[in-house]
């Protein structure tokens, strides 16, 4: 009865749209790929009445170009955020970001450009694991992982995150939080700046000095000065 109904869903489907599912299931999350946050499968299963072609012709094909691999991913994660208009995930960002009429969360924003490159890399590269699955091995790009957006140091390995600015720097410079560090690092919601992973600056009420404890809080500055000094 399984079988059937998979059948009937291939039939209604077309050839075109079915041989898309798989990178479908890719690009919006699996067990080795992130989802973009708040876009469920519903969401992007509903890009299949789009003709996305990337989908299948480029995800899981050896030797893809990394011209190819961008424009399959903006292809899907345009539309997904309903950008159709924009041309880079950086320009549907601050498009969206700027029709807020109150502060939102910044993880409900699509990723920035380097962001998507690195998580097309991985669902390019579980999709070549997927489509060599009849086969006796995969190819051999496939062996290095650190190709493929993922970070290894030694037995482990996490996925690799740009370190690109995440807005331009006049918007970074008025973004601050409300929170003072005492004595330990500030790992939760209760920092802004921790929360959307940015450097806390002098706008914050920390400062971002050394009261300030978040890892990802930038000392730069202070130590140019330290060498100036000297």
């Given at each position: 009865m399984g079988?059937?109904?998979?059948n009937?869903?291939?039939?209604?489907l077309?050839p075109r749209?079915?041989?898309?599912l798989l990178?479908v299931?890719a690009m919006?999350?699996c067990d080795?790929?992130?989802?973009p946050?708040g876009?469920?499968?519903t969401?992007?299963?509903?890009?299949?009445?789009l003709d996305?072609?990337?989908?299948?012709g480029?995800?899981?094909?050896?030797?893809?170009?990394?011209?190819?691999?961008?424009a399959?991913?903006e292809?899907f994660?345009?539309?997904?955020?309903?950008?159709t208009r924009?041309?880079t995930?950086n320009?549907?960002?601050?498009r969206?970001?700027?029709?807020?009429?109150k502060?939102?969360a910044?993880?409900?924003?699509?990723p920035?450009?380097?962001?998507l490159m690195?998580?097309?890399?991985?669902a390019h590269h579980?999709?070549l694991?997927?489509?060599a699955?009849d086969q006796r091995?995969?190819?051999q790009?496939t062996?290095?992982?650190?190709n493929?957006g993922?970070?290894?140091?030694?037995?482990t390995?996490?996925p690799?995150?740009?370190?690109t600015?995440?807005?331009?720097q006049?918007?970074?410079d008025?973004v601050?939080?409300?929170?003072?560090?005492?004595?330990k690092a500030?790992?939760?919601?209760?920092?802004?700046?921790?929360?959307?992973g940015?450097s806390c600056?002098n706008?914050?009420?920390?400062?971002?000095?050394?009261?300030?404890h978040?890892?990802f809080?930038?000392k730069q500055?202070?130590?140019?000065?330290l060498d100036?000094?000297?």
């Amino acid at each position: 009865m399984g079988i059937s109904w998979i059948n009937e869903i291939v039939q209604k489907l077309g050839p075109r749209k079915w041989s898309q599912l798989l990178g479908v299931h890719a690009m919006s999350g699996c067990d080795t790929v992130s989802y973009p946050f708040g876009k469920g499968k519903t969401s992007a299963l509903k890009l299949l009445q789009l003709d996305l072609p990337g989908l299948d012709g480029v995800l899981g094909q050896p030797g893809a170009t990394s011209a190819e691999l961008k424009a399959t991913g903006e292809s899907f994660f345009l539309p997904l955020y309903g950008q159709t208009r924009c041309s880079t995930m950086n320009e549907a960002r601050a498009r969206l970001f700027t029709k807020q009429k109150k502060p939102s969360a910044l993880k409900k924003l699509p990723p920035t450009d380097a962001n998507l490159m690195l998580h097309v890399l991985r669902a390019h590269h579980q999709m070549l694991l997927w489509k060599a699955a009849d086969q006796r091995d995969p190819s051999q790009e496939t062996e290095n992982i650190v190709n493929f957006g993922w970070n290894c140091e030694g037995s482990t390995v996490t996925p690799a995150v740009s370190t690109t600015p995440v807005a331009p720097q006049g918007l970074l410079d008025i973004v601050s939080c409300n929170c003072v560090a005492q004595g330990k690092a500030y790992s939760s919601s209760r920092c802004s700046c921790h929360s959307a992973g940015l450097s806390c600056t002098n706008y914050c009420k920390c400062e971002g000095g050394d009261a300030c404890h978040s890892h990802f809080t930038s000392k730069q500055d202070d130590e140019e000065n330290l060498d100036d000094d000297h």
